[in-house]
């Protein structure tokens, strides 16, 4: 039992947060958000090819470096500190899970090697509600001679209109609940397929609308075996909460550290305004918040790399949920706190659109509804404490 | 960072399981799951026999150092034997002050023949101690101490005058650890010592104070020209200070995952109660429940964070949160145990004012953020240690 870094894992960190100093300034945040693609496609194809982040958490027999999802987590907190847009969390918190918890073999040869060296990045298409349990899952997968036609929308898929692989969700008519849910992975550019990208309120992660119409599909596309694609896109969507909670938690830091620079440089009343009591016992609060945040989201990333490895301990697929959720909840309030307080203790500066704490505001909003509310989370966490389902 | 338990770690934990199944039966049945916070002031007699049979079991001071007469148990060990304890429904402990706080002091600055004298009544389950700090006028101002001590020439005792205030289990108590003004005219931290001061003498009087729970867990102490021996100064006069604050970074320790462990026995409790009154189907309540569970598994690994990776025993900024953190969320737990109960929640255990447990779990909730550094005072700490905030007026 640590839940401390190793060397290895600090020297990542360290450099991670190294790399991103150089490339994602404010400046370069806005500039990519006001990019067509809403992404940094420079800074992303530094991070795929040359740092080799996506190739990380990837077991070496596929190119990459055989690490886990630890790792995957804390280049995620860096990630979230900037707010640099880039394809890395779909692809490494959704897209790579969904390969590596996935039997077919055939699919894995074919994405994780391209994914490993950093040419392509990937989402995943579920939802067609703004639902995110399995009664979101509306697209529907017909059976037709040599496999399923596709047809329905996607909504809020993250980087949709710009990722290369799409992990897709869809059920058969007639099946309602977790019962008769598949996965495929399929090329963004398969016919039938259509992305529209929708103008976003938090401009630093784009959502698409992606329609499937007549989109044929047969066996060797499919990720789940029978019976268990809710299973698996289940565990991906519980990844991407823990993943999405260290993003979190790299943000609210952030942004409490932008106050405490700005309120320790500001004077009123003949005295720095952080020497007041209300505002040191405000921004006491928020420090709580954020621990408390990066603790549930360190567990639950050691939860869910074990989940990823073979060899990994069994016990931690019963953790998964609850840890996913109490990641989830702790670290989007310690978010929203920690944004929204930034924009009260920096005063007017703070409703500018040129001071940062708005783009965290937003983007904490955002993160906050995405994957499900803590009220949503919580709901979860009910059932399990009072033990009404099994 | 790995979240699992070695395998003779968890062997260690069935070992504790077995002890704790074996000896805590019989007699000691009725202390099962009481004790605690709240409770404090339950069966003490039974609850000192209790510590001697821990003892026998050589599980007091069992992380102390081999050198000091512990067992030298690993963090991992020390957290699972707490874990546990709590499991098993151990009672609130009589001699956490002495094993949790005076042996690592002693061991920390005390010197061998100090060591030699107070630590092994403390393992045997002999002594019990209790923490003389808050005066009338010094409580989150502790350093307004006015209480005196001086070296008495004739008898090379010190003699203690002064007055005490909420010492908690101060009239079962064989020693108490005063923090006294041993420099006449000396003022705030400078000048204090640390002495330790026998109870059995008559110019001591403990005067026990009624608290809002009806019960007298805490207690005035009123010393006037109480004696103790020369060498029972612990390190050098004017010390004082230095030694206290160290000792409350001890409170900090392992015993905090055995402290969450009896937190989820009661919040197992209301969750069981609002499966049986209907409050599990209420969307808030659940809502509230949800958090209040989700809430305990982030404190514990906020204690896991602040056990691992470096013990060189300095306060990392991320171990400031923790009282804060417990604190507020266990006010949160009694006030939504009483909500669950609704109405229920109103009738006492029995006449004239005998709680139930969660009655008394709600209620002393409300000195969790008052007592070793009240919530304000834990705010000015991490705003100032570990955000690097200007520091108060003082
Ligand atoms: C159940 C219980 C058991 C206890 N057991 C012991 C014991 O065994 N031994 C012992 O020595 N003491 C014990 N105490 C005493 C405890 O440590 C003090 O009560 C505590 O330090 C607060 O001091 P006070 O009561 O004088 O309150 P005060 O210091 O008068 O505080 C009153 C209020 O003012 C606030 N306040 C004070 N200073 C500031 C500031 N600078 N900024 C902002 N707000 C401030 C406080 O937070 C509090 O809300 C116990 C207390 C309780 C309730």
Redesign the interface.
Known sequence: MELALTEEQRMIQESAERFLAQVASSGAVRTAMAAESGLDHTAWARIARELYWPALAIPEEYGGLGLGFVEVCLLQEQLGRCLLPTPFFATCCMGIPALLLSRNQGLKNLWLPRLAAGEISASLAWTSAPRWDDSGVQVYAQSCAGGYRLNGQYLYVIDGAECDLLIIAARTPGSIGEAGIRLFAVSALTPGISRQQQPTLDQTRRFSTITLNDVVLNDEHLLSEPGLGWPLLRDVLHMACIGLAAEQTGGAQKVLDLTLTYIGGREQFGRSIASFQAVKHRCADLMLAVECARSASYYGACIADQCLNIDGDPSAQLQLAEAAATAKIHASEGFFNCAAESIQLHGGVGFTWEYDPHLYFKRARASEQLLGTPAFHREQLARHIFGERP | ?????SAA?EHFRQQVAQWMQEHLSGQYNELRFRGGPGDEDFAPGLRKQWERELAAGRWVGAGWAIEHGGRGLSI?QQ?IFYEEYARAGGPGRMGHIGEGLVGPTLAAFGTPGQQQRFLPAILSGQHFWCQGYSEPGAGSDLANIKTRASLDSESGQWLISGQKIWTSLAHESDWCFVLARTEPGSVGHRGLSFLLVPMAQAQIRVQPIRQLTGTSEFNEVFFDQARTAADNLIGQPGDGWKIAMALLGFERGVSTLGQQMQFQNELDEV?RI??ANGA?QD?IM??R???A???L??LR??S??ML???QDGSLRP?AT?YK??WSTWHLELGKLAMDVLGPEAELLAAAPYELTRLQALFLFTRADTIYGGSN?I???I???R?????R?AR
């Not at chain 2, 570990?386 to 200007?390: E, H, I, Y």
Request: proline residues 4%.
């Open positions: 960072m790995n979240i699992g338990f770690d991992n957290v969750v609002a499966k599990a969307p659940r809502q429940i949800a958090q569970w989700s809430g598994r982030v690994y906020n896991l964070r691992s990776g470096v991320e949160i804060l953190a304000e834990q705010r000015n991490i705003a100032e570990a955000l690097g905030m200007p108060e």
